[in-house]
């Protein structure tokens, strides 16, 4: 089992910058890639960002360039660092691990909310 607590959420203007956190326990020790999902109302989840266990990165076009993630083995921590948000930025975001065999995510935290405003 991986426990997946996400933090950082909250609210800011537009322009501005966030950093979310994901610290994983458990099982976490293992290799495995991380993923920064996001969900706004009425809307589909969406994969923001993926980081692998070897710190390759994938984003969606809409945040290439703003957003970036990073990852603390040390710390069994992922960052998303958000910047120049928009108020479409607005969701919850959730973190999620892929553990090998790659596929599904295998585990999700409770999310953390962002609102920006306008």
């Known amino acids: 089992q991986v426990q997946l607590v996400e933090s950082g959420g909250g609210l800011v203007q537009a322009g501005g910058s966030l950093r979310l956190s994901c610290a994983a326990s458990?099982?976490?020790?293992?290799?495995?890639?991380m993923g920064w999902f996001r969900q706004a109302p009425g809307k589909q989840r969406e994969l923001v960002a993926r980081?692998?266990?070897?710190?390759?990165?994938n984003y969606a076009d809409s945040v290439k360039g703003r957003f970036t993630v990073s990852r603390d083995n040390a710390k069994n921590t992922v960052y998303l660092q958000m910047n120049s948000l928009k108020p479409e930025d607005t969701a919850v975001y959730y973190c999620?691990?892929?553990?090998?065999?790659?596929?599904?995510?295998?585990?999700w935290g409770q999310g953390t909310q962002v609102t920006v405003s306008s």
């Open positions: 999620a691990a892929d553990f090998p065999p790659w596929g599904p995510y295998d585990y």
């Open positions: 980081i692998s266990g070897i710190a390759t990165t």
């Open positions: 458990g099982r976490a020790r293992d290799s495995y890639a």
